[in-house]
Nanobody, 124 residues
Framework: VQFVESGGGLVQPGGSLTLSCAAS????????IAWFRQAPGKERETISC????????YYEDSVKGRFTVSTDSPKTTVYLQMNGLKPEDTAVYHC??????????????????WGQGTQVTVSS
């Protein structure tokens, strides 16, 4: 399984970005995908998850109402639409999945595979 994230960049506070996560080696239509972010000196933070088969989603409180996770019709790419960006959203963003069928916080997977990430910087 390989993930390639893209779409990051520098944006002003209040701006928007859409991140993409392209997956290979994975039957994405049956997968549970998580987006997590990590900023320097901070712990990894799972911010959104998607169960692609049933569309069930999860959002961490700090992004709820601002971020939207989705997939395209062929189910080859997962997106994270980010609106109302704040400086505290600055981080490297990764998409991830796990091999376990155990979901203690459904639909978030216990992820063990992720991509290299894409940098999001929110600054004026």
């Amino acid at each position: 399984v390989q993930f390639v994230e893209s779409g990051g960049g520098l944006v002003q506070p209040g701006g928007s970005l859409t991140l993409s996560c392209a997956a290979s080696g994975l039957a994405l239509q049956y997968a549970h995908i998580a987006w997590f972010r990590q900023a320097p000196g901070k712990e990894r933070e799972t911010i959104s998850c998607l169960s692609i088969s049933d569309g069930y989603t999860y959002y961490e409180d700090s992004v709820k109402g601002r971020f939207t996770v989705s997939t395209d019709s062929p189910k080859t790419t997962v997106y994270l639409q980010m609106n109302g960006l704040k400086p505290e959203d600055t981080a490297v963003y990764h998409c991830a999945t796990g091999s376990s069928d155990y979901y203690p916080n459904y639909p978030c997977p216990e992820y063990d595979t992720w991509g290299q990430g894409t940098q999001v910087t929110v600054s004026s």
